[in-house]
């Protein structure tokens, strides 16, 4: 259970990333929830929600109490024994070479086609959703900056240079959004100095 949970993990989060750039397209006017707060119609990831929908997308539940050809993991799971709760026989006639197979969007790296790739499929994952965490913590802190600056810059008048770049599918993209994030942070920070010096009384964060 613990391979399935991981690798469940990492679809989901490839999902949420997807679902962040397909919202992040929509037009201002629209009616995607992933917006910047204080009132402003620049658009800026929320990965934490594009998370949570993509958690209700992804169809976990019909391996939960439930057995047959259509679901791989559900056969699976149905060929363990001492089910208490749903006596139901155990499946012998599943092939042993879909045991590892799971419907949903996975990374390609993450397609498990036989049992034996699991292991190799499994440190993958890892090394997917370490890497994933770690970006997905730095944009987060990044843009929290930026938009802290932002609404400095706005208290002072001053104008912003341009909006947070947009946020596409994958991690190439997701390094991409902190590079220009941290290359705007210089430039805003540079601009928040000469503001503050230039007012004795800066607005409380």
Known sequence: ????????????????VEMAAVSMEKPSGGTSPLRQGAGTETPVP?????MTAALELFSYRGFL???????????????????TYDPVPVNDSFPNEQLAVI?????????????????????VTDEFCDQYRALRREVE?????????????EYYSIPITRPPPPLSDNNESLRVLVQNCQTEK?????????AERASPSPPKE
């Open 1 to 16: 259970m613990e391979n399935y949970s991981l690798l469940m993990g990492a679809a989901v989060m490839k999902m949420a």
């Open 141 to 153: 802190i990044l843009l929290e900056e930026n938009n802290r600056l932002r609404r400095m810059l």
């Open 186 to 194: 210089l430039k805003l920070k540079e601009i928040l100095r000469i």
């Open 103 to 123: 419907k949903g969007p996975l990374p390609p790296a993450l397609s498990l086609n036989s049992f034996p790739c699991a292991e190799e499929a499994l440190r």
């Open 46 to 50: 929320d990965l934490g929600f594009a």
């Open 65 to 83: 109490h439930r057995k047959g050809a259509d679901n791989p993991v559900a056969d699976n799971l149905s060929r363990l024994e001492n089910i």
